[in-house]
């Protein structure tokens, strides 16, 4: 079946470490998102990318990278700079960037990262 | 940006009761407007989308949601509602960056079932 594979699941950090969240996906789109939702605040959007080698800046960057290496691909790493990385994080997908009008997202189950 | 705002943080229904889930949002042209429920712990779903067209949209689960320009509102409605249906609404509106297309969501409510 096709779908979108986060892992792990949940995920603990000790504080000053990088951390890396997987996304995979085999749905073959082209579009792919990074989203960290907290209670209350609804989904904020990390990082993007529309095509393979490309990504861009969403509205809460800062403390994260990522990298498109593969059309199937999307890791998150959540970098010691990011100064409150406890929360659950949501990868998406969809067909292309122009088609989020039409299909909207592929979400996968999300990464509990919580820093101890 | 376009945006949307989600007014009801919590709601509170009774099972077989009607409901309807506020959803505003600030855009001068049409917007594609979608629905997206999560069960805790998970991913989430769509549940309809608008875009042109018919203003009344039909969903799954038994869901609908009326795109009315006029008040700038997307609510997203279900005339009976099962204990299955409690979980987290978020609606969402398309953004066109320079970068590209993004969604961005409201807060989102979330939904109590009572029996």
């Known amino acids: 079946d096709g779908g979108i594979t986060q892992s792990p699941k949940y995920l603990f950090r000790k504080e000053g470490q990088n951390v890396t969240l997987s996304c995979e996906q085999n749905?073959?789109?082209?579009?792919m998102y990074w989203y960290r939702q907290d209670p209350g605040q609804g989904l904020r959007l990390i990082y993007y990318?529309?095509?393979?080698?490309?990504?861009q800046k969403g509205d809460i960057a800062e403390g994260y990278s990522v990298s498109r290496e593969k059309k199937e691909s999307f890791p998150l790493t959540v970098t010691s700079a990011q100064k409150n990385p406890t929360a659950f994080y949501l990868c998406?997908?969809?067909?292309?960037?122009?088609?989020?009008?039409?299909?909207?997202?592929?979400f996968g189950s999300g990464t509990r990262l919580t820093v101890v | 940006a376009q945006s949307v705002t989600q007014p009801d943080i919590h709601i509170t229904v009774s099972e077989g009761a009607s409901l309807e889930l506020r959803c505003n949002y600030s855009y001068g042209a049409t917007p594609y407007l979608f629905w997206y429920v999560q069960s805790p712990g998970q991913g989430l779903q769509l549940l309809l989308k608008?875009?042109?067209?018919?203003?009344l949209v039909q969903g799954i689960k038994g869901f609908e949601a009326e795109f009315k320009r006029s008040q700038s509102s997307f609510n997203l409605r279900k005339p009976s509602v099962h204990w299955s249906d409690a979980a987290e609404y978020f609606c969402?509106?398309?953004?066109?960056?320079?970068?590209?297309?993004?969604?961005?969501f409201g807060k989102g409510t979330s939904l109590l079932v009572t029996p």
């Open positions: 969402a509106v398309l953004t066109l960056s320079n970068s590209g297309y993004a969604l961005n």
């Open positions: 608008y875009f042109s067209g018919d203003t």
């Open positions: 990318s529309q095509i393979v080698n490309d990504f």
């Open positions: 749905l073959n789109h082209d579009a």
């Open positions: 998406a997908s969809s067909i292309s960037g122009q088609g989020v009008g039409d299909y909207g997202y592929t």
